[in-house]
């Protein structure tokens, strides 16, 4: 064909860059010590990232102050290579006395944020800049609780004004479907009363398709999830799952849980866009502020 020019190919010339470069991918985890965070990231990413409770020396679990600890690793699926920064806020919100302690958590994404900017205002800039800017932050809500407690209002208020967040339900095996769809109600409620907004926000569901994906997630939040490092043989295949008393919980299995769809989005349908709205929302924030205080 005489009139091909060939700027089609820029798919392919992308995907040889990404392939040779890969990419970053940051996620915080923000709950209770003991809400099944690190075992719902190793459920996610099929992999043992991070030690869940089982293997914690006893010296962590009586650690009284919320140490924020980030663990990389590089994952690869058909030759595509992801950096991912797993940062464990172990014993959030533990303490009796639970005021401010949010702080440190804020304070690790600001910092991520400056450093980008430090190192993109260098005269003589990285062609690439290690990206540790947080993409995603997993908000783990206590089964136990009936909708949002007020330190989850607190914590949501500041932390979805600096990252996306997405909350699940913990543990949500403990709940039957009746509770948890009442959970689910309330704190879609609760929500809207304290305009705490979630990811993927309004403004982005600007091509119909991404309007109808997006209305499906946003019926879905909280995730009512459930993880599990076992696998489990039920009649001959085997399942992720757990045991209990009545039977086992295939976690896979979308009628028992909301994981495979908190996974699908994630990592599926929403991968490159929660990467894209870091940098075109929450940090273009951070930076409009920072500089505009400098300039004043
Ligand atoms: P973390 O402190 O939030 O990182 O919690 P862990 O991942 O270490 O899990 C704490 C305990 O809860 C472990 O004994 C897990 O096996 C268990 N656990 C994790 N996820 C679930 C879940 O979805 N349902 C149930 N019933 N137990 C879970
Ligand atoms: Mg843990």
Redo the contacts with the bound molecule.
């Keep these: 064909v005489q009139d091909y020019v060939g700027f089609d190919t820029i798919t392919q010339q992308m995907e040889r860059k990404f392939l040779k470069r890969g990419f970053n991918l940051n996620v915080i985890l923000v709950?209770e010590?003991?809400?099944?965070?690190?075992?719902?990231v190793n459920s996610i990413f099929s992999t043992h990232l991070v030690d869940?409770?089982?293997r914690r020396t006893a010296q962590e679990v009586i650690r009284k102050t919320t140490e924020i600890s980030p663990v990389t690793q590089t994952l690869e699926e058909n030759g595509v290579r992801v950096r991912l920064t797993i940062i464990d806020t172990?014993g959030f919100g533990d303490q009796c006395n639970n005021e401010g302690c949010w702080v440190p958590v804020i304070k690790y994404i600001k910092d991520q944020h400056a450093a980008y900017l430090a190192r993109e205002l260098k005269p003589f800039r990285d062609r690439i800049i290690n990206d540790t800017r947080v993409h995603a932050c997993l908000y783990?809500l206590n089964p136990g609780s009936r909708g949002l407690r007020p330190l989850d209002v607190e914590v949501l208020k500041r932390l979805t004004e600096v990252t996306n967040v997405i909350p699940v339900i913990?543990?949500?095996?403990?709940m039957t479907t009746d509770e948890r769809t009442l959970f689910k109600r309330r704190v879609k409620e609760e929500m809207a009363f304290h305009r705490i907004s979630v990811y993927p926000y309004a403004c982005d569901d600007d091509v119909d398709e991404d309007r109808a994906l997006n209305a499906s997630i946003r019926d879905l939040i909280p995730f009512a999830?459930?993880?599990?490092?076992e696998t489990i043989d039920v009649d001959g295949t085997v399942v992720r799952g757990?045991r209990h008393g009545w039977g086992v919980i295939n976690i896979f299995d979308e009628a028992h849980c909301d994981f495979v769809h908190l996974r699908n989005f994630m990592l599926r349908t929403h991968l490159s866009d929660l990467i894209e709205v870091t940098a075109q929302r929450h940090y273009e924030q951070f930076r409009t502020s920072q500089l505009r205080q400098i300039k004043e």
Excluded at 33 to 40: I, Y
């Design positions: 709950g010590s003991g809400m099944g965070k690190s075992t719902l869940s409770q089982g172990p783990f913990a543990k949500s095996d403990s999830v459930v993880g599990s490092e757990r």
